[in-house]
């Protein structure tokens, strides 16, 4: 049960729905509230407009108050190493990797989310590097929102929102498309610009390659029947992990025989060792195509007037 008595808030995992800093003490609030042991200094009024946590729906129209963000959805079934990217994406611009020479990073309002996500693949004192912990499933919220944004060549600025959500959401999807616990995975395929669709590597040739398998086809037939021709990329995570080549054709038959316009990489944070990188494999390629991706455009109906009054382009509505 959510500590908040709110439908539309998911307090602490996120922003308070209400824009409060300190969710134990907003009104809507019914959880047990933890003693502030260091009480920040100017009362409870609100300092800025964002938290740096992940982004849910109430934060969505301040991000959009310039311009409509590009949101990026990647869709994989569990532990399939979809919130490791986001992490390893995350560290390759930390250290000023952007993609490309045709834009570079403006910002983020979501620093303490990307850092959630990437603090398990540092390195600190007497603790080596892991993998982030697996995204948790919660009924009725959506997926946590990253923020990031770049400006092009021209100075124009351009925002983007990255869906970090749970395998367990697009494998319901997958199979009952109006399930009740596929309502996340339902909210990123209504309002992505951009669908990966993660292909697991370990699981594809592991002990369950075939249950691996069978789940991927479910999932790329959804992601076919509901992508109305946004771009999708193929993406194949821990390419480290070496796949038969008849595996790999089943998946690219279940990808390609639908979506004949994707496109495929194969991507790890282990770099080829006849490469000698230390940016991984084909992260940077990956966010490159993401990143020039564009949305698909809304089609205007035939004018029926002529003249060049954009009031009465399109003729006036008949009764």
């Known amino acids: 049960m959510s500590p908040c008595s709110r439908e539309d808030c998911f307090a602490p995992d996120s922003t308070c ?7 134990q003490k907003c009104s809507a609030w019914k959880g047990e509230t933890a003693p502030n042991v260091n009480p920040e200094p100017g009362g409870d009024h609100l300092v800025m407009p ?24 990647i869709a994989g079934p569990q ?7 986001l992490a390893a994406w995350y560290l390759l611009l930390g250290r000023g990797l952007v993609p490309g020479d045709k834009r570079r990073f403006a910002g983020s309002y979501t620093l303490s989310g990307w850092e959630a996500v990437a603090n398990s693949l540092r390195w600190s004192p007497g603790q080596p590097p892991g993998f982030p912990p697996h995204t948790t499933s919660r009924a009725g919220r959506i997926p ?28 319901s999807w997958g199979v009952n498309r109006d399930g009740p616990e596929g309502g996340g995975a339902r909210w990123v395929s209504e309002y992505a610009d951009v669908l990966l669709l993660v292909a697991d590597c370990e699981a594809l040739s592991g002990p369950t390659l075939g249950t691996a398998r069978g789940a991927f086809q479910v999932l790329a037939r959804r992601v076919s029947a509901e992508r109305r021709g946004r771009p999708v990329g193929l993406v194949w995570t821990k390419a480290d992990k070496p796949v038969s080549p008849e595996m790999e054709k089943s998946i690219r038959a279940a990808v390609f025989s639908l979506m004949p316009d994707a496109v495929e990489f194969r991507v790890s944070i282990v770099a080829e060792a006849s490469s000698g990188s230390d940016t991984g ?13 564009q949305r698909l455009r809304p089609l205007m109906p035939d004018h029926k007037a002529a003249g060049t009054d954009p009031l009465f382009l399109f003729g006036a509505r008949t009764a």
């Open 17 to 23: 729905a209400l824009g409060n800093p300190d969710p």
């Open 281 to 293: 494999q084909g992260l940077l390629e990956l966010l490159d195509w993401t990143l020039d991706a």
């Open 144 to 171: 946590g929102l990253l923020h990031l944004a770049f400006r092009n060549s021209e100075a124009r600025l351009r925002s983007y929102l990255f869906a970090d959500a749970p395998g367990e959401w697009f494998q």
């Open 79 to 85: 532990n399939a190493g979809k919130t490791t990217l």
């Open 50 to 73: 964002w938290s740096g946590s992940a982004l849910g729906l109430v934060d969505i129209g301040f991000v959009a108050g310039r311009s409509k963000p590009v949101v990026v959805g």
